[in-house]
């Protein structure tokens, strides 16, 4: 079946199978590696990425399911003024460590964020609750996303 939908802001059309998941079309036919392969059972969250601007572990879900539909990667976050700052924030905390889970931690921190300009700290945690960090313990994590909506607030 041919799969259209909106990736990075760009219109995509590629030919899937019925069977492939949104991760496998992303890194393996669109080249977007940034998001990663982790558990693939869609506990981890080193795959998430944003599909209508709502966290989904691509890992578990059906590419066929993102047609006409807008999908975000950590690649597209990049160019994204959020997205850029709280990648910043996440190396200056040392919120980054070994770096396989920082796409997954981005992408929902991102719609976190969109959501909430000032989440609390525990709402932070809840949100962060699907994705796996073996490195960092989330404390730097949290303190990211804390510098982020200070210097979104000018603080």
Same mark, same amino acid.
Do not use: Q
């Given at each position: 079946?041919?799969?259209? &939908?909106?990736?990075?802001?760009?219109?995509? =059309?590629? $030919?899937v199978d019925a069977a492939e998941t949104l991760l496998g079309v992303l890194r393996d036919r669109l080249?977007? @590696?940034?998001?990663?392969?982790g558990c693939n059972e869609g506990e981890c969250g080193a795959c998430?990425?944003?599909? $209508?601007g709502l966290?989904?572990? =691509?890992?578990?879900?059906?590419a066929g399911a993102a047609a006409g539909r807008g999908v975000e990667t950590v690649e597209g976050l990049t160019? $994204?003024?959020? %997205?850029?700052a709280l990648q910043a924030a996440?190396?200056?905390? %040392?919120g980054v460590q070994c770096g396989f889970c920082t796409? %997954? &931690?981005?992408? @929902?921190?991102?719609a976190v964020l969109r959501e909430d300009a000032a989440p609390s700290e525990d709402a932070v945690r809840e949100a962060l609750a699907g994705n796996i960090c073996r490195c960092t313990g989330y404390s730097q994590i949290v303190d990211a996303v804390a510098a982020t909506v200070a210097g979104r607030n000018g603080r």
């Open positions: 079946m041919e799969l259209s &939908f909106v990736v990075n802001g760009t219109p995509r =059309s590629v $030919d080249r977007l @590696t940034g998001t990663k392969e998430t990425v944003l599909v $209508d966290p989904v572990d =691509s890992c578990i879900y059906a160019r $994204d003024e959020l %997205g850029a996440l190396v200056a905390a %040392g796409p %997954g &931690f981005v992408t @929902t921190l991102v």
